[in-house]
T-cell receptor
Framework: DAGVIQSPRHEVTEMGQEVTLRCKPISGHNSLFWYRQTMMRGLELLIYFNNNVPIDDSGMPEDRFSAKMPNASFSTLKIQPSEPRDSAVYFC???????????????FGPGTRLTVL | AQSVTQLDSHVSVSEGTPVLLRCNYSSSYSPSLFWYVQHPNKGLQLLLKYTSAATLVKGINGFEAEFKKSETSFHLTKPSAHMSDAAEYFCVVHRRNAGNMLTFGGGTRLMVKP
């Protein structure tokens, strides 16, 4: 398996522009997570999907952020308009949720390093 | 609610000496616990996980961790550090009754001196 695939790996954009980050989870996984990592705040969960449905988006910073999962093999995280404080590494992770059993491993993609100038 | 505290933000060891990265957890339930490693400019990789089976868990690259309920700890150890172990390590607790969500500790940066 190729693992979790994210694109692009690096993105540099100007303030005010729209940014779209993409993620392909591991085939067969039914849970997908978007995280943001910064020096100041560490690793933060932004949003979590189960069976393509957003379950918890309480970590999404504000309305400028939106995430979709149109099917089991693709998700996007969009920032519109982008701001310099959005600069971070964004990770996507996927797992197979087993109801009633804890400890399902999340597999992380390589991340997208976003720089907003 | 579940939470994890990594007691050291930075740990420095010499190559060939033991590694100890400390983690304490707080959980209302019997937790599932993980250690992940992140090498520079890379994603997170699972080192090992505890899910209420054996309390001593062996992971990849010679790492192991022991779940101690009485101390609410899940410290990560390795007998002999290698230069390639230099990375950031995250202790993570699985949030039961919250789907498959994880709570991450603040991370410990391990430096290995030659």
């Amino acid at each position: 398996d190729a693992g979790v695939i994210q694109s692009p790996r690096h993105e540099v954009t100007e303030m005010g522009q729209e940014v779209t980050l993409r993620c392909k989870p591991i085939s067969g996984h039914n849970s997908l997570f978007w995280y943001r990592q910064t020096m100041m705040r560490g690793l933060e969960l932004l949003i979590y999907f189960n069976n393509n449905v957003p379950i918890d988006d309480s970590g999404m910073p504000e309305d400028r952020f939106s995430a979709k999962m149109p099917n089991a093999s693709f998700s996007t995280l969009k920032i519109q308009p982008s701001e310099p404080r959005d600069s971070a590494v964004y990770f996507c992770a996927s797992s197979l949720l087993s109801i009633g059993r804890g400890g399902d491993t999340q597999y992380f993609g390589p991340g997208t390093r976003l720089t907003v100038l | 609610a579940q939470s994890v505290t990594q007691l050291d933000s930075h740990v420095s060891v010499s190559e060939g000496t033991p590694v100890l990265l400390r983690c304490n957890y707080s959980s209302s339930y019997s937790p599932s616990l993980f250690w992940y490693v992140q090498h520079p400019n890379k994603g997170l990789q699972l080192l090992l996980k505890y899910t209420s089976a054996a309390t001593l868990v062996k992971g990849i690259n010679g790492f192991e961790a022991e779940f101690k309920k009485s101390e609410t700890s899940f410290h990560l150890t390795k007998p002999s550090a290698h230069m390639s172990d230099a990375a950031e390590y995250f202790c993570v607790v699985h949030r039961r009754n919250a789907g498959n969500m994880l709570t991450f500790g603040g991370g410990t940066r391990l430096m290995v001196k030659p």
